[in-house]
C-alpha cells in the first residue's frame, strides 16, 4: 500500500524557516518523480515544486522560486521542503504528491499526503 | 503563471450529466496532452480522477471522463450521485513552470 506522511509544519514567525518532509513507502521511490502542492485554508490548490526521481531536475513556482528547495533522500524515501523567509501568504496546507511517472507533473499524481499545515503569523 | 480557468461552481440533479471546463493557454492546456482532474472532499487530500486528458486510474469509475479541444479541456460526470459533491481541479503541464492548477469547481449534488 502506497503512504506518503508529511511532517515538519507548525507555526512560525514571518521571516522564519521551516524543514517539511514525507516520508514514502509502498512504491519504489527512486523511479518517481515527487512535487509539493499547497493550499491555503478555504481556496484552491497551487503547486509549489517538484523534482524528478533521480534528483537532478527541480522545477519551482515563480511565488516560491529562491526562497524555497525541494530535495530527496532515494536512499531514505524521503521527501523534503525547505521553506525560508515565509510569508502570510505562505499559509496552507502542504501537500506532497507522488507523481505517476519519472518527470515532474506531465501524468497526474496518483496518490497524495495527508497534509502538514504551516501557519506564517506573528 | 496564471491559473487556468474554472467556473466557480456548478450542480446538477442525481443521475443528470455535468460538464466542467478548465481554460487555458496553448503553453499549457493547448500545447500538451497532460492536463489531469482531480476531486477533493472537503478535508481529504486530492484525488487523481483523470490523467492525460482522457485516462481514468483503475478504480475510478467509467462516469467520468475527460476531453480536450484546443486551450479548454472538460470534465463530464455522468449519471450525477450525491458522492459526488465535491471540488475539482484541472492541472496542465507547461513549458515555463513545470505544472498549473485551475481554481477548482464546486459541484453541489441537488
Known amino acids: 500500500e502506497v503512504q506518503l506522511l508529511e511532517s515538519g509544519g507548525g507555526l512560525v514567525q514571518p521571516g522564519g524557516s521551516l524543514r517539511l518532509s514525507c516520508a514514502a513507502s509502498g512504491f519504489t521511490f527512486s523511479s518517481h518523480g515527487m512535487s509539493w502542492v499547497r493550499q491555503p485554508p478555504g481556496k484552491g490548490l497551487e503547486w509549489v515544486s517538484g523534482i524528478g526521481a533521480s534528483g537532478y531536475s527541480k522545477y519551482y513556482a515563480d511565488s516560491v522560486k529562491g526562497r524555497f528547495t525541494i530535495s530527496r533522500d532515494n536512499s531514505k524515501s524521503t521527501l523534503f521542503l525547505q521553506v525560508n523567509s515565509l510569508r502570510a501568504e505562505d499559509t496552507a496546507v502542504y501537500y506532497c504528491?507522488?507523481?505517476?511517472?519519472?518527470?515532474?507533473?506531465?501524468?497526474?499524481?496518483?496518490?497524495w499526503g495527508q497534509g502538514t499545515l504551516v501557519t506564517v503569523s506573528s | 503563471q496564471s491559473a487556468l480557468t474554472q467556473p466557480a461552481s456548478v450542480s446538477g440533479s442525481p443521475g443528470q450529466s455535468i460538464t466542467i471546463s478548465c481554460t487555458g493557454t496553448s503553453s499549457d492546456v493547448g500545447g500538451f496532452d497532460y492536463v489531469s482532474w482531480y476531486q477533493q472532499h472537503p478535508g481529504k487530500a486530492p484525488e487523481l480522477m483523470i490523467y492525460?486528458?482522457?485516462n481514468r486510474p483503475s478504480g475510478v469509475s467509467n462516469r467520468f471522463s475527460g476531453s480536450k479541444s484546443g486551450n479548454t479541456a472538460s470534465l463530464t460526470i455522468s449519471g450525477l450521485q450525491a458522492e459526488d459533491e465535491a471540488d475539482y481541479y484541472c492541472s496542465s503541464y507547461t513549458s515555463s513552470t513545470s505544472l498549473v492548477f485551475g481554481g477548482g469547481t464546486k459541484l453541489t449534488v441537488l
Open positions: 492525460e486528458v482522457t
Open positions: 504528491a507522488k507523481d505517476r511517472a519519472a518527470i515532474v507533473g506531465a501524468r497526474g499524481y496518483d496518490y
